[in-house]
């Protein structure tokens, strides 16, 4: 089974602060896919990033950068120098592999919303 | 190019009633994943569908079905609806065979209100 965990419900930040959001991941697959996605209030999902379980380089992209750790089986992200564009829910999402891409989930944590206030 | 596309926006049914909710894919995308949305629940996998056939599924009762045409698009049905069945309704396609290791490109959504 599948379990991804977001203990943060909700984030307030000011514009310009740093933000980290957490993301916990609990699978028995070897191979697996690790994801952000973007839910602003116009309610559209966007993706952000994929990571597999055998790329462990941490990534920066802009103001944005991920920091995975198999070690801990978390996958945080990191908002340099908010801005209020970025508020919206910010979803973690698991898949596991298969061989034909058979008896697979996308597992998503519960969200974390932030909200950057100017 | 065109996104993922729904139809309808936004739907109210009563209990006991089946619904039909409608998803085109982005233009050669051969997957079609289905997703329920809820303040309670979240964000929930419902199936996957790929060159018509069903291949993975989430744990949801058999009320809950879907098909997928030749040409990708998909359909998703739900049957006897239940109040809990208020939901936002997402679907999501992707390039390739990967399907749910795939980058997903989600569409706006059904809003489904149960009376």
């Known amino acids: 089974a599948q379990k991804v965990t977001q203990a943060q419900t909700e984030i307030s930040v000011v514009e310009k602060e740093d933000v980290t959001l957490d993301c916990v991941y609990e699978?028995?697959?070897?191979?697996?896919?690790l994801f952000w996605y973007k839910q602003p209030p116009s309610g559209e999902l966007v993706f952000l990033i994929r990571?597999?379980?055998?790329?462990?380089q941490n990534e920066i992209s802009g103001r944005y950068s991920w920091n995975f750790q198999k070690s801990t089986s978390s996958f945080n992200f990191t908002i340099t120098a908010s801005q209020v564009v970025d508020s919206a829910v910010y979803f973690c999402?698991?898949?596991?592999?298969?061989?034909?891409?058979?008896?697979?989930?996308?597992?998503f944590g519960g969200g974390t919303r932030l909200m950057v206030k100017p | 190019k065109a996104g993922v596309t729904q139809t309808p926006r936004y739907l109210i049914k009563t209990r006991g009633q089946q619904v039909t909710l409608s998803c085109s894919p982005i233009?050669?995308?051969?997957?079609v994943s289905w997703y329920q949305q809820t303040p309670g629940q979240g964000l929930q996998f419902l199936f996957e569908y790929f060159s018509e056939t069903q291949r993975n599924k989430g744990n949801f009762p058999g009320r809950f079905s879907g098909r997928q045409f030749s040409n990708s698009r998909s359909e998703m049905n739900v049957s006897t609806l239940e109040l809990g069945d208020s939901a936002l309704y997402l679907c999501?396609?992707?390039?390739?065979?990967?399907?749910?290791?795939?980058?997903?490109?989600f569409g706006d959504g059904t809003r489904l209100s149960i009376l």
């Open positions: 990571r597999n379980s055998f790329d462990e």
């Open positions: 233009s050669g995308h051969r997957s």
């Open positions: 999402a698991l898949s596991g592999a298969s061989y034909n891409n058979a008896g697979n989930m996308l597992t």
């Open positions: 699978t028995r697959d070897t191979t697996y896919y």
């Open positions: 999501a396609s992707s390039l390739g065979t990967g399907g749910l290791n795939q980058p997903q490109h």
